[in-house]
């Protein structure tokens, strides 16, 4: 308290407490949860031991949410969720009310103010984004509209449950890091290295962390007009931009030389398969804003290919294993190249090492 | 507002509209960060580029928790020149009541732009938009109203659980109650970061693994029971009634991956000890089955994204543990502790506990932190003849 | 012609044509087999699209044969087989006769003459071997001796067919080289770095190739007494014995630093499942001539369990696939350790990357 | 003889035993040298090491084909201070005519100490105890009666092929012509090492690989077809009526490893397009199931041991090429020189081909040698992000 202004303590708290924000219901039936059903798309039906159900009703956002749709939501929570809502863990709001008749005018009020109602059982929820152009420092690509777009053409995929199982989609602005694995990956690629600003870099860069981040040692130090810089060694360099999060004299992004990448397969649960890495499967797509309707149709055609290959429950990876990647080209219409044939530090663990050939 | 014609296009279409949503604050609050960062991002579209760049704003006593950006064509568009954002520890769960959000709502408003992300992939609200000098009244307001700030950096990072014991019928442990603690635990390490990168923890209630923790965490606690799957004999009937034989072979029984399931009587009978807990057939029929009585978790440990040994996903440590009580908590935090200590001794730089493990090798990691090898932990004894040892 | 003693040119001819020692019925029927049976263990009868019928008996050598031996083997042949025979990718001895009759006195034949009959469909086959102190100059141990000793403990399993399926043993005397892949594999493993012998070093060895050699780097140039040699980093050395291979100064061998080391669930044919690498399940095993018992007794306990618990036709490998790891050391009898987890370059992609788990 | 205790523990039990063997070639023939080998041989025993020593022995023209050992303890056990082997290569499928056996038996008795491993684990024979002034002879009279030598050090290591079409119905393609041919061609290789290290081809003549060629040689040329299983539905029913339904839904159809097999009419279906050509189906049903009519090979590369990057199983790069008559065997000696060539141009000392693919890249092996990629190279494609391409 030696400042006038500061008339308390920081209390480090940790996460905000998670007891408030609980339903009365599920405050009662705390794990004591029976089982669930699906009555419809976007809603859930969850019975306790004690007999009690509790509907959950889910809509879609942007995620970049302002907070006049917060309040919107808020209002919708007092009226038909007795002021409460939820969160999941890939940005879908939920509405929890023990009462049935609530149900379906909840579903029209969101609907009628934009807000989709789906997202639950086998289908797309939505896309698992990042920051991109709107934030973040590395971003070869936007996020929020990437999956703005994409999720107009999927709605269907969203409102429906007739896939053969959830479909997870991510996708990811700079060619690295920040979106996970997903059943479909949209991924910037980069397509030349960096190009080295080193005027920018003898003044802010910590030249041995940029070193060190090279995951293939492509770059040394060396002196450019008397002042330390680096060089890039651009047979080695696979222009993986991750010297750039280090240092953004690395410039690897560009207009022209950043395309997209579909990666399929990736998968997150245990459920029958372990989780699972995603393969590349596209790429050299444009990097078209506003809508990039190269990548939507690309997607499209593996959805496709997905809703009608695959059985009850197989995940999009699951589908391809058993039919073969020979198959989930043809299927798909897409292509094949060298590209997409491992050359990193596990590759020969991909490699097939048999004579079990499809033809 | 200037005319932002490409982030017009983002407005039609039935999905709700990002664009639509930042225009509307922009216009009703006439905040001037807000119309920049729609000027900057249209720039960004027409030229395919982006234009932040980072820097450094913290609260004080803290080192981080903001994400800070500043513009680096302020001098074309100056309104934007700053648009740091501030990680807030959201409430495990994700569960808020609306006073609350709308609390959140009206500070946010009140010290920057009014923009949120519901919420950041790692699990933080996100509050984007406000100037350096704002932040610390910003965060000092929050504070006093129950919120703390978020990881970034070379620290302990915001947890995430999935909605668990609250709504979920296939928790095997408090996943709320579990990720309150231990993050309250681990509060310093989110506030000062001062390891060799970022560490972070995910709770998933069962191996379902809603939170993506095995794939996005450094250790990811998944529920896990250890004596036999729960079944309601007549359940398992009323299912195959409903839904018929053929759909109980093709949708059941075939799935399992280890066929551990077989017909029975009409009904199923499951090989426990074959199973592999993967949770489909609990999944298909959760009226039928429940996880066993014998709960807690298994710890996987080593999962990170791309940087810079490929894609990892966390790989089985601990087996089976009891998280029942406090005291069990306790335990898995003295274990963290010890994990972390080990990795900040034994890692490199920007180096993640799974590269570390790998790099070191698993059998030192487990001398290092007391833990005993298991088969569970592979899916094959090695396969080169590269160990040594002394007998 | 320049010397008078040499009278003709060297032929480079390369193989031994192989048409001369195809028996009449093979040369006639060529490329024509239609299929084939197993009217007794060691014995198999190919049936050809013309009707034609060839008996194979087929019988265990020591591989390290006398001339003498291998005069026997003619002598039977001649009486039995037309003079033809030949000999498996296994070092066994096969004689080919079309004649029926002469199954049973063939078979009587070798067996009085101490050669077992055997090793054909389910059963175990000799074990594949290498060279051993016997010839070789840089084993830790034995080769024909391990083989003899396994094989009078094995030779039931030679002589049945009761196993699920092949099972197919292979020996290796250092650490590295010849042995291929077995669903059982015996494996010498060095217990210590090696001991430089810096006098011989320096006279004989090329220093960069052993240097080279080293699969972790652990070697490097120095100079002893004034001459160039070399020093060991025996953090890193995991005692492979690999530049032992390039220089026999880097002393690996030693009469109690060597220990067994057990190996399964390798897997050579496409059948089924994709051909496997073998993994560690047992090792410090005692190098004891002139029988290894110890080792024996593991080959045993493995045995028993597979013939017990495989299905007909699963491999060693694809039984513990079906039944797990956790099942296999509970039913052998056998205990993983730390050092059976892999720790070289692929070691992640055989960690558990998912909560799959058995209790 | 010496004594040699430990050496006639060996001589019991049912297995037919070396040393009994070699006592008696000792007795009989009297050579000062095989009395020697079994002395140092016990020596070997008692102290447990290894007494030989490598040195450089060849025949004119040729700089392989010899091991050659001198005894490191001569001084106590001169008798056996030279023991070199003469690689010899066999008949491609290793058929013999007793003649010929006999013959090689009395020539190697003559100049060595008849001694013979039928066969070394390449498949040469290895006639094993020489003196080195003794080995020119040896090898004139040998090959005046059509024996060559094989390989050894960095060059074309012997072939090997399985009985194949001699006495198999499941070969796709002759082994023995092929293995001929290709090593006729390859022969000055075999003998003048001058490549990075060895190289080794294997022939079998259907993937289920009685050769081990895919775990054991650079390129492994395996049997392979391209249309459809042949099947004879009444030799299938005949299988059926002589083992059971029972049988064949536990033993054929549920083993296939894509599930491509299904029940029909009593008898089974395939789905050829989902079938990888594993086998498994014709093994058991070998009267009912043959490999289909288009027949040819497959080539899997890299299979190698230990050294040093672990054991590597070759991997498919060809999947399907005609092998009917000598035009296909001439294709893929060009393409095996051009895969040499490449190989012997990017590889460091001592690395095998699949080390240099690895290492280089597939990619670049592939542009190399001018072959096109393939889905059928790899189990999936890619799952790192770490490629470079231009478009
Ligand atoms: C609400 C949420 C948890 C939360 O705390 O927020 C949740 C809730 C449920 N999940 Fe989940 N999962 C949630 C994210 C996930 C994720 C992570 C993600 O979406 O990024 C996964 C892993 C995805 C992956 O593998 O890539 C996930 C994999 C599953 C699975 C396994 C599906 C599979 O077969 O692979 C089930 C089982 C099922 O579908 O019956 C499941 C089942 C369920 C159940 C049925 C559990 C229950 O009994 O209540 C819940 C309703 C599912 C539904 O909507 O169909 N949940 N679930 C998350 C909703 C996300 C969304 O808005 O779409
Ligand atoms: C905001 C967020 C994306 C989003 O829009 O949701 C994000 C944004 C950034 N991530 Fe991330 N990461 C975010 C979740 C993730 C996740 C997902 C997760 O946590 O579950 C991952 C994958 C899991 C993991 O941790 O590996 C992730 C893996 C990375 C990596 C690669 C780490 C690695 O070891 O491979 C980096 C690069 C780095 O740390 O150097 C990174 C770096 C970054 C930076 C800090 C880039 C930078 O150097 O400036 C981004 C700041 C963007 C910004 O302007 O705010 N981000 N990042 C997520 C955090 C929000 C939150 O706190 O809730
Ligand atoms: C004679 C020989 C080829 C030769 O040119 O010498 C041979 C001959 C036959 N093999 Fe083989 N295989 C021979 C070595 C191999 C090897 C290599 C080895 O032994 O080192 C393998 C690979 C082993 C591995 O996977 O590790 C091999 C894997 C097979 C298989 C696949 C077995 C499986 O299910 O994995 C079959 C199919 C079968 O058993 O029906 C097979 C089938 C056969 C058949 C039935 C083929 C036929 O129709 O004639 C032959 C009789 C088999 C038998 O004895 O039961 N042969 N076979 C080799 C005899 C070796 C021996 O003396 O024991
Ligand atoms: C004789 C033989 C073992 C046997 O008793 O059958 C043998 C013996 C030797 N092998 Fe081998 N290898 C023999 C088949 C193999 C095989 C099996 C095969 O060819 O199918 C392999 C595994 C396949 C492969 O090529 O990788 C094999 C992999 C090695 C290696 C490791 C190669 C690698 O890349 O990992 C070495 C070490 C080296 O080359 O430096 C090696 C080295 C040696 C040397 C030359 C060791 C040395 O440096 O002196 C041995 C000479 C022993 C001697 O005194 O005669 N030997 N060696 C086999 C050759 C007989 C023949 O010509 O028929
Ligand atoms: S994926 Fe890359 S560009 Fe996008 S938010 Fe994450 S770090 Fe930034
Ligand atoms: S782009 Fe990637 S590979 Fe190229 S220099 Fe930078 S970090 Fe290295
Ligand atoms: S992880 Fe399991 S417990 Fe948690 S919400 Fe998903 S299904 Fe329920
Ligand atoms: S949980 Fe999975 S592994 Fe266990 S019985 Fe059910 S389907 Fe099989
Ligand atoms: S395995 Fe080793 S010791 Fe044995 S013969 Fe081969 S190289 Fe020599
Ligand atoms: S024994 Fe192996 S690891 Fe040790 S120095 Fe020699 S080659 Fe290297
Ligand atoms: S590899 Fe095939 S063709 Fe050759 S012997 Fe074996 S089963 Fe017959
Ligand atoms: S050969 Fe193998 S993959 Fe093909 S149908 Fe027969 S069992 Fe199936």
């Not at chain 1, 009226?79 to 009310?97: C, I, K, P, S, W």
């Not at chain 1, 979106?179 to 080295?196: E, F």
């Not at chain 1, 009850?312 to 589908?319: I, M």
Request: aromatic fraction near 8%; include cysteine.
């Amino acid at each position: 308290m030696s400042s006038p202004e500061r008339t308390w303590k920081t209390v480090e708290s940790g996460p905000y407490p998670y007891k408030e924000g609980l339903h009365p219901v599920v405050k009662k039936n705390y794990g004591k949860w029976k089982y669930h059903e699906y009555p419809r798309p976007g809603v859930l039906k969850h019975v306790a031991e004690s007999g009690d159900v509790l509907y959950t009703v889910r809509g879609g956002t942007p995620r970049q949410d302002s907070v006049d749709f917060i309040r919107v939501l808020c209002d919708v929570a007092d009226t038909y969720a007795d002021g409460y809502l939820r969160f999941t863990t890939r940005n879908n709001v939920e509405f929890l009310t023990p009462d049935e008749e609530k149900v379906q005018p909840l579903i029209d009020e969101l609907e009628s103010r934009g807000i989709p109602v789906g997202g639950t059982g086998k289908t797309i929820s939505p896309i698992a984004h990042t920051q991109g152009w709107l934030h973040c420092d590395i971003p070869a690509t936007d996020a929020s509209g990437v999956v703005k777009a994409l999720m107009d053409e999927l709605i269907d995929g969203f409102r429906g449950m007739d896939f053969p199982n959830k479909v997870k989609i991510v996708t990811q602005c700079c060619e690295l890091n920040c979106g996970g694995q997903g059943d479909i990956a949209i991924i910037v690629k980069h397509t030349r290295p960096p190009r080295i600003n080193h005027e920018n870099l003898s003044e802010i860069c910590e030249l041995p962390k940029v070193v060190a981040r090279c995951p293939v040692a492509a770059i040394r130090p060396t002196v450019v007009n008397g002042k330390k810089s680096l060089v890039i060694d651009e047979e080695k360099c696979m222009y993986c931009g991750a010297c750039f999060g280090a240092c953004p004299s690395m410039e690897i992004n560009h207009p022209e030389y950043s395309k997209f990448a579909i990666w399929v397969a990736g998968k997150n649960s245990n459920a029958r398969s372990k989780p699972a890495l995603m393969s590349l499967v596209a790429h050299g797509l444009p990097n078209n804003p506003p809508r990039w309707p190269e990548v939507g149709a690309v997607v499209k055609q593996i959805l496709d290919a997905y809703r009608k290959g695959g059985r009850p429950w197989e995940r999009l990876g699951e589908w391809v294993e058993r039919i073969g990647w020979k198959q989930f080209f043809e299927e798909t219409g897409l292509i094949f190249d060298e590209d997409m044939i491992d050359n990193y530090r596990h590759a020969r663990t991909t490699f097939n090492q048999s004579a079990h050939v499809r033809f | 507002l200037n005319p932002t014609p490409m982030l017009d296009e983002l407005e039609s279409g039935p999905w709700p509209s990002f664009v639509t949503g930042l225009k509307e604050l922009a216009e009703r609050t006439k905040k001037p960060m807000l119309r920049g960062v729609m000027d900057q991002l249209e720039y960004s579209y027409q030229t395919r580029m982006g234009y932040w760049k980072g820097g450094l704003v913290t609260v004080k006593g803290y080192g981080a928790g903001i994400i800070t950006r500043y513009s680096m064509i302020r001098d074309k568009l100056p309104e934007a020149s700053e648009f740091h954002t501030m990680r807030i520890q959201a409430p495990p769960g994700l569960h808020y009541k609306t006073d609350t959000l709308r609390e959140l709502c009206d500070i946010w408003e009140k010290h920057g732009t009014g923009l949120i992300a519901l919420h950041g992939q790692t699990g933080d609200i996100m509050l984007q938009g406000i100037e350096a000098d704002k932040v610390q009244e910003c965060f000092d307001e929050l504070n006093q109203n129950g919120w703390d700030l978020g990881g970034a950096g070379a620290g302990m990072r915001t947890g995430v659980s999935c909605a668990g014991p609250a709504r979920c019928e296939q928790a095997c442990y408090d996943t709320l109650e579990m990720h309150e603690r231990v993050m309250k635990h681990f509060v310093g390490a989110v506030h000062r970061p001062e390891w060799n990168y970022k560490f972070k923890l995910k709770f998933s209630g069962c191996p379902n693994d809603c939170t993506n923790s095995i794939m996005r965490s450094d250790i990811a606690v998944i529920g896990m029971w250890k004596d036999s799957i729960q079944m309601d004999a007549d359940e398992v009937k009323a299912w195959v009634e409903t839904n018929g034989m053929e759909k109980l072979v093709n949708e059941v029984v075939n799935l399992c991956p280890t066929r551990a399931i077989s017909l029975k009587d009409g009904g199923i009978e499951i090989d426990n000890s074959n199973c592999v807990h993967c949770m489909h057939c609990l999944n298909v029929m959760p009226k039928a089955l429940s996880p066993g009585k014998e709960r807690g978790v298994a710890l996987l440990m080593g999962g990170k994204s791309t940087l810079k040994v490929g894609f990892n996903a966390g790989s089985m440590i601990v087996p089976f543990r009891k998280m029942e009580n406090e005291e069990d908590i306790e335990e898995f935090i003295d274990l963290a502790d010890e994990i972390i200590d080990w990795w900040d001794d034994n890692g490199l730089d920007h180096e993640r506990l799974g590269e570390t493990i790998e790099r070191v090798g698993m059998k030192q990691f487990l001398d290092g932190v007391g833990l005993e090898p298991s088969i569970d932990m592979v899916t094959k004894p090695r396969d080169n003849p590269y160990f040594k040892t002394k007998y």
